[in-house]
């Protein structure tokens, strides 16, 4: 029983704090908040460009042009032995005829004025990793029995290039965000701490435990930590709805990102960060000063 | 609560002796004065009790336990059986007078009813409860000193170290202050009151320790503030 009264005092005292030093907690939590709106939405950015890469790799193929007389079939089966290649699709010379009809659509009849089909047989490749697409036209062309071999190579690398990086600055963003919102929330709770300097001076002496004396403060910290959080998930869901309704006016063919349980988890890990972060903070902050303040001379 | 020191010294960095080789036994129940001029190592004899110094040389133990070998934890237990009038006061301004004492019932978890039952009681024995709802600021002297005995004895302690308990009151009110911590000490309480006051010294006799540059020069049972007061 006697816990449970502890535990509503430190309760109580922990939400004083916040009460007590309201234009700090304001600030806090707009910084908490900003912070984790940055990083909810940088995480939703390299979600989308993901999925659009993603996309963009279902798409790239690598077309290979066989010799005249060349048994297509075999060369295909070589070429779907290689470890990066996940799909291989004869275009016979029909077929590519049948293709270029409908590309062309309305001048469809201008195709017969070729006469005879022209167009050779090729070999449809799709690899696994836009990464692996040059690295795998390499290794047709050394097939003797491919004359020629096309492949969007620059844009399968740029879109690896620009993939890679967008997840390595967010990375960087997010260690900037957590450490920006983690000395934000340590200089409130050491504000906190030292207005309470005295209180804790008389505290230790008359018995309460150091973890009596630092919970209402780690407890402030959380509140802060959580509200910022909860706010900034808000925000995210508001913002982030009417920009994708917006670009996908503006780009249809993009796959944007729409599905409401992503937001939710996206919700529920920063609302987890933004509190942790707090906590960890607040027991930072505290534990310094009790420490000091409890060591005998 | 039975205090022992066996050659206790303190120094504080650099080469300040505070305490040099204290042998002092202290029983269960006893009243001691702590007298000697400011600076002689009154405090810091107090703050060795509730192990807010630590020897430099030597050991405490109080009820048997050796306070250099507790826990942190252990501490604050232990603590909770000492009250301690501190030299400063260190009331929290911003509580009221019943919030300054419910305040030490509070850190070891008692429930609201019966911190409401005991903290009335203590304010009415200090003779302030007309003053629970006023902040300290508000009281005089003498109130401010009964709020700090009040605190210090909520929680029904073995041991009260009180640390110029009367200083700036006028011999009136310290005569009161006296009665209080007497009557704390007839209830079983062990009292050590550190003091600058003759009067009170010679008034109410009782055990008197005599601390002189960190040097106990004197121990005299029902003893005077001088040596060699005739009763």
């Known amino acids: 029983m006697k816990q449970m009264s502890l535990f509503k005092y430190v309760l109580r005292d922990g939400f004083r704090l916040v009460i007590r030093h309201l234009g700090m907690s304001f600030l806090t939590i707009f910084t908490a908040m900003a912070v984790f709106f940055v990083v909810g939405i940088s995480t939703l950015f390299v979600l989308n460009v993901k999925n659009i890469v993603v996309m963009m790799e279902n798409q790239l193929t690598i077309t290979a042009y066989v010799v005249?007389?060349?048994?297509?079939?075999?060369?295909?089966?070589?070429?779907?032995?290689?470890?990066?290649?996940?799909?291989?699709?004869?275009?016979?010379?029909?077929?590519?005829?049948?293709?270029?009809?409908?590309?062309?659509?309305?001048?469809?009849?201008?195709?017969?004025?070729?006469?005879?089909?022209?167009?050779?047989?090729?070999?449809?490749?799709?690899?696994?990793?836009?990464?692996?697409?040059?690295?795998?036209?390499?290794?047709?062309?050394?097939?003797?029995?491919?004359?020629?071999?096309?492949?969007?190579?620059?844009?399968?690398?740029?879109?690896?290039?620009?993939?890679?990086?967008?997840?390595?600055?967010?990375?960087?963003?997010?260690?900037?965000?957590?450490?920006?919102?983690?000395?934000?929330?340590?200089?409130?709770?050491?504000i906190s701490v030292y207005s309470r300097e005295n209180e804790i001076s008389v505290m230790l002496r008359v018995g309460a435990t150091p973890t009596y004396v630092m919970m209402?403060?780690?407890?402030?910290?959380?509140?802060?930590?959580?509200?910022?959080?909860?706010?900034?998930t808000l925000l995210i869901g508001a913002t982030y709805y009417s920009a994708i309704s917006g670009l996908k006016d503006m780009m249809p063919f993009l796959p944007f990102i729409e599905s409401k349980t992503l937001i939710f988890k996206l919700a529920f890990m920063l609302i987890t960060c933004g509190s942790l972060i707090s906590f960890l903070s607040g027991m930072f902050a505290a534990q310094s000063f009790v420490s000091r303040a409890s060591k005998p001379l | 609560m039975d205090i022992h020191f066996s050659g206790v010294t303190k120094i504080y960095e650099p080469d300040i002796v505070a305490l040099e080789d204290i042998y002092l036994q202290v029983d269960r129940g006893e009243f001691v004065y702590l007298v000697g001029e400011t600076g002689s190592g009154k405090t810091t004899l107090m703050r060795c009790i509730m192990r807010g110094v630590v020897p430099s040389r030597g050991h405490i133990s109080v009820n048997g336990n050796v306070l250099r070998k507790i826990s942190n934890h252990q501490l604050s237990l232990f603590r909770r059986d000492i009250g301690v009038v501190f030299q400063d006061f260190m009331l929290l301004p911003n509580l009221t007078v019943f919030e300054n004492v419910a305040f030490v019932l509070e850190v070891i978890g008692c429930k609201p009813k019966e911190i409401a039952t005991r903290v009335a009681d203590v304010l009415k024995t200090v003779g302030i409860w007309r003053r629970r709802n006023l902040y300290p600021p508000q009281l005089s002297g003498g109130e401010q000193q009964r709020l700090v005995?009040?605190?210090?004895?909520?929680?029904?302690?073995?041991?009260?170290?009180?640390?110029?308990?009367?200083?700036?009151?006028?011999?009136?009110?310290?005569?009161?202050?006296?009665?209080?911590?007497?009557?704390?000490?007839?209830?079983g309480t062990t009292v050590l009151m550190a003091t600058h006051n003759d009067y009170l010294v010679n008034t109410y006799r009782n055990r008197v320790v005599e601390i002189h540059k960190g040097r106990i020069v004197r121990d005299e049972k029902q003893g005077g503030y001088e040596a060699n007061v005739a009763l």
């Open chain 1, 68 to 190: 005249p007389k060349a048994d297509i079939e075999e060369i295909a089966k070589l070429i779907k032995k290689m470890p990066e290649v996940k799909e291989v699709k004869i275009i016979t010379k029909e077929m590519a005829l049948e293709k270029l009809r409908a590309r062309v659509g309305d001048q469809a009849k201008a195709v017969s004025l070729l006469g005879e089909n022209p167009l050779p047989a090729s070999i449809e490749i799709k690899v696994g990793k836009a990464a692996q697409v040059s690295d795998t036209a390499k290794m047709l062309v050394a097939i003797s029995e491919i004359e020629d071999v096309v492949f969007a190579g620059r844009v399968a690398e740029k879109l690896t290039r620009v993939s890679n990086f967008v997840e390595r600055f967010s990375w960087i963003l997010l260690f900037m965000a957590i450490a920006a919102s983690g000395v934000v929330l340590f200089n409130t709770i050491r």
């Open chain 1, 216 to 232: 209402p403060f780690i407890i402030q910290a959380v509140v802060l930590g959580f509200t910022g959080a909860a706010i900034s």
């Open chain 2, 149 to 187: 005995i009040a605190r210090a004895i909520v929680n029904v302690p073995s041991l009260l170290l009180a640390d110029e308990p009367t200083g700036n009151l006028d011999n009136c009110t310290a005569d009161e202050i006296m009665q209080l911590l007497l009557s704390i000490n007839a209830a």
